[in-house]
């Protein structure tokens, strides 16, 4: 089956945040303790631009999603019900189905399901219940009996959430990660299984979501050493797919996934241990700033502790760094590389230059340079010029948000380029960076870097 809403979307920059909105947690009063969902729904207004604060966006938001709320609570059953069924899919046969958390029908959906959640009792189980029958009744003359042999995932994860019961779908990752040595970052398995309390097989779709370079039906919620949940990454390039419908029968029944990496979903900015949950949906939802507002499926936490790589630092090797530093060009553009600098780099950054050497010194030099970064003396270029190689050096702080498309040829620019074990290609070269408030914003994380090399890399 192929994704039909697809679309290009502009790379890199000026990239609006999405952002669902919180619920005022009524509904997640009746979430059962074993179960590992969250049930609101998103708001409405899903973009933020990327220079409004993110807490007024979300202030707007939770205003937006209290209303909504508040208008549903004020109905009768009659009315809830009719609310409901005035959000069946167009065809038959997806019974309550909307694949795009994007989908105008999506939010106005799970904001009924939510109050009915809120509301519970068994006269709301038993009319969910009926709504999985007709969903299971025979499809239309020409579709597959696909419909017949399962039981839709999200009417049965309300029912089970009305019956007080565990979610029927669970998110395992077997064998987690524990360690990792930056720049590297680690590679897992995910499955999902059927774990219905009544054993029952459910139907779910699959795929259709990994156009965009990642799997956009799943999601990492990461919280960093100093217990900040951190932000999902903007989506580069088009969203969509060929997917399809699969049935989960219970007991050995499951789906795998192969090598999922957590920076195709959030960037982590720096050292020490995370903590990592892998979430699922059957919508999208990888492209949202949060997952409150969207039935899910989570994991069990997992920890991986990111480390720093040995750091041979000495005295003339920080003195060399002072002075390369001292050289660095004026001017644009600023040159940012992704991936490891090498003889495949030299045509485009030649190693004879400053910034050739500081690349050739890799881990060696981040010591001075984070100290340098934030120096509120420096001049915007150099701050730049600093972020851009720090960035080049870890893979960390990415630094492209900070750039915006512009033609103006006097603009200080960026390059980036791209860089494998034997080639390198341009990605882009037509971006400014903006203003030094935002630069110093960016510095400021760097700033947390400082006692951490202070003990991997003491001077000798």
């Not at 259709?208 to 903007?234: A, N």
């Not at 939802?285 to 630092?313: H, M, N």
């Not at 050739?360 to 981040?366: D, I, P, S, T």
Request: hydrophobic share 40%; glycine share 6%.
């Amino acid at each position: 089956m192929m994704d039909t809403r697809m679309g290009w979307v502009g790379i890199f920059v000026a990239v609006a945040l999405t952002l669902q909105v919180p619920s005022p947690g009524a509904a997640a009063e009746q979430a059962p303790p074993a179960t590992k969902t969250e049930a609101v729904s998103p708001a409405s207004d899903r973009k933020a631009d990327q220079k409004q604060p993110v807490e007024e966006s979300k202030a707007k938001a939770i205003a937006e999603r209290h209303t909504v709320l508040q208008r549903l609570a004020s109905m009768d059953d009659k009315a809830l019900k009719a609310a409901l069924e005035s959000h069946r899919s167009s065809e038959p046969f997806l019974e309550f189905y909307s694949p795009f958390v994007g989908d105008p029908s999506y939010a106005p959906l799970d904001d009924c399901f939510n109050e009915i959640l809120r509301r519970g009792g068994p006269q709301w189980a038993a009319y969910i219940e009926d709504r999985i029958r007709e969903a299971m009744t025979p499809p239309p003359e020409g579709f597959k009996d696909w419909t017949s042999r399962g039981s839709p995932l999200k009417l049965l994860t309300v029912l089970r959430r009305l019956q007080r019961s565990p979610d029927p779908l669970a998110v395992k990752v077997p064998n987690p990660p524990t360690t990792c040595t930056l720049p590297e970052m680690p590679e897992f398995d995910v499955r999902l299984e059927n774990t219905d309390i009544l054993k029952l097989p459910i139907r779910l779709f699959l795929g259709g979501d990994d156009r965009s370079g990642r799997r956009t039906r799943f999601s990492m919620e990461v919280t960093d050493p100093d217990g900040r949940i951190l932000p999902i990454l903007p989506r580069w390039g088009a969203d969509g797919g060929i997917g399809h419908f699969t049935v989960l029968n219970q007991g050995g029944s499951e789906v795998g996934y192969r090598k999922m990496l957590i920076t195709k979903y959030v960037e982590i900015r720096k050292p020490g241990r995370h903590t990592i949950r892998v979430l699922f949906s059957d919508a999208h939802i990888a492209d949202l700033a949060s997952t409150e507002g969207v039935i899910v499926y989570r994991s069990d936490p997992f920890v991986v502790d990111f480390q720093l790589p040995p750091i041979q630092r000495t005295l003339d090797t920080d003195k060399a760094v002072r002075e390369l530093l001292l050289k660095l060009p004026e001017d644009g553009p600023i040159l940012i590389l992704g991936g490891r600098y090498g003889p495949q780099a030299y045509k485009a950054i030649p190693p004879e230059t400053p910034v050739g050497r500081i690349l050739a010194l890799g881990w060696q030099a981040v010591p001075e340079m984070v100290d340098e970064v934030s120096d509120p003396l420096i001049t915007p270029v150099k701050r730049a010029w600093l972020l851009g190689l720090l960035f080049s050096v870890t893979e960390r702080n990415y630094p492209t948000n900070l750039c915006i498309f512009s033609p103006d040829t006097s603009a200080l620019k960026c390059k980036f380029w791209k860089t494998t074990s034997d080639w390198i290609s341009e990605a882009y070269s037509q971006y400014q960076m903006q203003n030094d408030d935002d630069l110093k914003a960016l510095a400021a994380r760097w700033a947390e870097w400082k006692p951490l090399l202070k003990q991997a890399a003491a001077p000798r």
